[in-house]
């Protein structure tokens, strides 16, 4: 099918300028949409932060505070404020120990430490097992949910482990990943608690 | 050649899933449901469609021998194009599909066509196969999609067809994917033969 000989400089310079066009035209994409991924990534962020605690009107993503849990994972808290004051704090907290790795979650806490609302992020769970935890810590159904409780009070472990929440049916070790991921953050979220205040009176 | 045989061939008589049984890594993976199978099909689609078109264009000017290496080239970049522009604008369907999407380079249908079809034929037969090919590829994923969606969690396309408690898990897993994958393959066969 080639007409051109395959010599080395004849498959050097086709290689070469082949590649160079590639590249030239994927830096061009690239740019294109650098911004739309960005904006489609601080959306997501924003709509996520929303959910959990609603009735913000700063820019919470603005003022986030990227600290390091006692486990060593990172966690970035989120102050929302209404007019100045502090109404909860978006946690975007996480575990290791998911049944496929790392379970990533958004929890909104009051500034008290009540749960008013919390979002899967990224998860490795299962699918139809692991993954209903997107659901089922907010269902009201026997002791599901985790919602209006607060882990500084509360036993936010699983009923198998002497807790009083309800595991996902079949999947206690996701169950188990969740609550760890929220426990994490809530701690993470204490022990920053004055950092919060201090960058929230800049 | 005949460009509506040239088209259609990808649906029944070539179809890459369920005939040639290429692309297996990506048909099994995605379709737990219709959506990711459907644009898993149309992201593959796209692919074929522009490295068809390149690969046709450029077939005399490049030598034998590096003619493998400056495909994947060329396909590489489509793929990645597609990566960039579906996680601009489709942020939701790019999450679900995540490492899939990259995989298209190895793909070995892109691959295949662009090496038995595109570096063979002329510009426009190359785009009429990559089409048929691609849209042929797209029906597979969706209606094995589709198939394993409604058993396992009793949706269709995400509206609910009856509850999910119903339904039999086993077919949003990977053997699930398998064994629905078989009975398709044996359906179409029947319907080939008859």
């Not at chain 1, 188990?176 to 426990?183: G, Q, T, Y």
């Not at chain 2, 259609?8 to 070539?14: A, L, P, R």
């Not at chain 2, 003619?67 to 080239?73: G, K, Q």
């Not at chain 2, 597979?140 to 009856?162: C, D, H, P, Q, W």
């Amino acid at each position: 099918m080639a007409t051109i000989e395959s010599s080395l400089k004849n498959m050097l310079l086709t290689l070469f300028v082949i590649t160079a066009i590639a590249g030239t035209s994927l830096g061009f994409v690239y740019k294109l949409t650098e911004k739309p991924i960005a904006a489609a990534k601080a959306r997501k962020l924003q709509a996520a932060i929303k959910e959990v605690v609603p009735g913000f009107t700063n820019n919470p993503g603005d003022n986030v505070l990227e600290v390091t849990s006692d486990e060593g994972l990172p966690i970035k808290l989120y102050p929302a404020k209404k007019d100045g004051k502090l109404i909860g704090v978006a946690v975007e907290t996480m575990t290791n120990k998911g049944f496929g790795g790392n379970v990533k979650i958004m929890v909104g806490f009051k500034p008290d430490g009540t749960i008013i609302n919390y979002q899967v992020l990224e998860h490795q769970e299962t699918p139809g097992l692991g993954t209903k935890m997107a659901t089922w810590f907010k269902t009201d159904k026997g002791n599901q949910s985790v919602l209006g409780k607060n882990p500084g009070k509360n036993n936010l472990t699983v009923s198998k482990d002497g807790g009083e929440v309800d595991a996902i049916t079949a999947a206690t070790i996701s169950s188990r990943a969740f609550l760890d991921a929220v426990r994490v953050g809530y701690e993470t979220l204490k022990k920053n608690e004055a950092k919060l205040e201090e960058g929230g009176a800049k | 050649m005949n460009q509506w045989k040239n088209f259609t061939k990808g649906f029944f008589k070539e179809n890459a899933v369920f005939v040639l049984l290429l692309g297996m890594c990506p048909t099994l993976g995605v379709t737990s449901s219709a959506i990711n199978g459907l644009g898993m099909g149309l992201a593959t689609t796209f692919v074929l469609v522009m490295s068809n078109l390149v690969i046709s264009l450029i077939k005399n000017l490049v030598p034998e021998k590096v003619r493998i290496p400056a495909f994947i080239v060329v396909i590489a970049t489509f793929v990645t194009v597609v990566q960039m522009l579906m996680q601009a604008y489709t942020p939701a369907l790019y999450n679900s599909l995540g490492l899939f999407i990259p995989l298209i380079v190895v793909n070995c249908i892109v691959l295949g066509r662009a090496e038995a079809f595109a570096s063979k034929n002329s510009v426009g037969s190359s785009i009429v196969d990559g089409l048929g090919m691609g849209l042929g590829f797209a029906m597979a994923l969706t209606m094995l999609g589709s198939v394993r969606e409604l058993l396992g969690s009793g949706k269709l396309f995400n509206y609910t067809i009856y509850p999910e408690d119903y339904g039999m898990l086993v077919f949003i897993l990977a053997p699930g994917a398998f064994i629905a994958l078989g009975y398709m393959i044996a359906v179409i066969d029947k319907m080939k033969k008859a």
